[in-house]
């Protein structure tokens, strides 16, 4: 038997303190090794108890948690689970803890709070897990950075009928960050899944809107498809692609989980291989599990060209692993190159493989 997951609990509420100690020490997996009540405190601890994982608040007396991330990150990479409120404010500041590097949240509560986190233990157990297992490293930090935009490759008009469909999962809002913002302003539609909560993903996509070079916002039921755009699923609902009177639309159900998930990229993939077949680009990119896999292989079938993020760059190698394994991915990029990947793919002869 592995070593159990070794735990600083980092939180300014003495009961989030102990509750999530508690929550955490009862999988046989995990093991809190220390607690700290602000980042001052928390600093010393992970010299002293070098700890796997740290869980974060993200609002603390002294230092905020996004600025003790941005040192953490810096100093010494590691992963961090934050714990953030479900509120509107917490989700602008909890996706910019993602992009710093942060793995993955889990919501704290705000009332009832000793019911609510027994509620999520198993998801905390797991998320802390995960992230123990994740490729956290210094490179993260350097993505946050704003750096001068790399000169925009522009598309051939020939790319009209294409449609590019993406799906991620845990380090998502990093890599779709990146991929989004090396495509050109004039890319083909876009239909993105990524695992997420119901009120994170309109603050997801209004912040990747505000700095990508193509409009995106959260997908709305039954609206035709433009180039230029990228709609992301919202966090409650499945997001497919369908063909009405000659134009691509996009459909949303609130149907049961698929594959563990709603929104799910099974659906998405699935709906891509039946209705674009061909004329899509297929794009699975860093997440735990296999959801995607299954829609991945239908696309390829269907005559799809399909594209994984590869293990070297992939945040958590799950989702692109399962899918390549089970043949659905035709060729594994970096994250680096995987917008020029995309546009290659989208620019080639619909049928045909771009050239390598």
């Given at each position: 038997m592995s070593a159990p997951v070794r735990v600083l609990v980092v939180d300014d509420s003495s009961l989030i303190r102990q509750l999530l100690s508690a929550l955490l020490s009862e999988d046989p997996e995990i093991e809190?090794?220390?607690?700290?009540?602000?980042?001052?405190?928390?600093?010393?601890?992970i010299k002293s108890l070098n700890p796997d994982v740290i869980t974060l608040d993200i609002e603390m007396p002294h230092m905020n948690g996004v600025e003790f991330l941005k040192k953490i990150m810096a100093l010494r990479p590691m992963p961090v689970v934050m714990i953030s409120t479900l509120t509107q404010a917490g989700a602008e500041i909890t996706l910019?803890?993602?992009?710093?590097?942060?793995?993955?949240?889990?919501?704290?509560?705000t009332h009832n709070v000793a019911s609510e986190l027994s509620a999520i233990a198993s998801d905390?157990?797991?998320?802390?897990?995960?992230?123990?297992?994740?490729r956290v490293t210094a490179r993260h930090m350097a993505r946050s950075v704003v750096r001068?935009?790399?000169?925009?490759?522009?598309?051939?008009?020939?790319?009209?009928?294409?449609?590019?469909?993406?799906?991620?999962?845990?380090?998502?809002?990093?890599?779709?960050?990146?991929?989004?913002?090396?495509?050109?302003?004039?890319?083909p539609p876009i239909l993105i899944t990524q695992h997420m909560p119901e009120r994170f993903t309109a603050a997801f996509a209004?912040?990747?809107?505000?700095?990508?070079?193509?409009?995106?916002?959260?997908?709305?039921?039954?609206?035709?498809?433009?180039?230029?755009?990228?709609?992301?699923?919202?966090?409650s609902h499945h997001l497919e692609l369908i063909r009405h009177n000659g134009k691509y639309m996009t459909a949303l159900n609130d149907g049961p989980n698929v594959s563990g998930h709603r929104p799910s990229v099974d659906v998405l993939f699935k709906s891509g291989a039946k209705v674009a077949g061909p004329a899509a680009v297929g794009v699975i990119l860093t997440g735990m599990g296999k959801d995607g896999a299954e829609g991945m292989l239908e696309m390829r079938n269907a005559g799809a060209y399909t594209l994984g993020q590869d293990e070297a760059s992939a945040l958590i190698y799950g989702m692109p692993r399962v899918a390549f394994e089970r043949g659905g991915v035709i060729r594994q990029r970096p994250l680096s190159a995987m917008a020029d990947a995309i546009v290659d793919a989208a620019e080639a002869p619909i049928g045909k493989r771009p050239a390598a």
């Open positions: 809190v090794v220390g607690t700290a009540p602000d980042p001052h405190v928390a600093r010393d601890k910019e803890a993602l992009e710093i590097g942060a793995v993955d949240f889990v919501p704290k509560p905390l157990q797991h998320k802390v897990k995960t992230a123990a297992r994740s001068p935009a790399a000169p925009q490759r522009t598309m051939s008009a020939g790319v009209r009928e294409r449609i590019v469909l993406i799906g991620a999962s845990t380090g998502g809002v990093e890599a779709l960050k990146e991929v989004l913002m090396g495509l050109p302003a004039n890319c209004e912040r990747l809107n505000r700095e990508c070079p193509m409009k995106v916002s959260e997908a709305k039921h039954n609206e035709v498809i433009e180039a230029g755009h990228a709609y992301i699923a919202p966090g």
